[in-house]
């Protein structure tokens, strides 16, 4: 059974940081592309950030690249999501997500971000 679990949330003011992490089990890590989407109270779920298998490529919506930066530890299971410079507009649940080509992708529960003017 996969889990993605995903922790770091919080409460913060404008211009401060956070960390997200979203710990892995029940699939082959290093296999999987990862990434981080956000849903903010009455829009779409809306893509943030990805990271190939090996971390080698990168990809970042528009709206946070510059601010916002993911990484993989493949020995740790773990993706991470490092927020600086944060706005009240990155308010939203900040969900984990693994792909591979020819499985089903997996989501995490999300975990809350908000941030304060």
């Known amino acids: 059974q996969v889990q993605l679990v995903e922790s770091g949330g919080g409460l913060v003011q404008a211009g401060n940081s956070l960390r997200l992490s979203c710990a892995a089990s029940?699939?082959?890590?290093?296999?999987?592309?990862m990434g981080w989407f956000r849903q903010a109270p009455g829009k779409e779920r809306e893509f943030v950030a990805s990271?190939?298998?090996?971390?080698?490529?990168?990809y970042y919506a528009d709206s946070v690249k510059g601010r916002l930066t993911i990484s993989r530890d493949n020995a740790k299971n773990t993706v991470y999501l490092q927020m600086n410079s944060l706005k009240p507009e990155d308010t939203a649940v900040y969900y984990c997500?693994?792909?591979?080509?020819?499985?089903?992708?997996?989501w995490g529960q999300g975990t809350q971000v908000t941030v304060s003017s």
């Open positions: 997500h693994a792909y591979r080509v020819g499985y089903n992708s997996n």
């Open positions: 029940g699939l082959t890590f290093s296999t999987h592309a």
């Open positions: 990271i190939s298998w090996i971390g080698g490529s990168t």
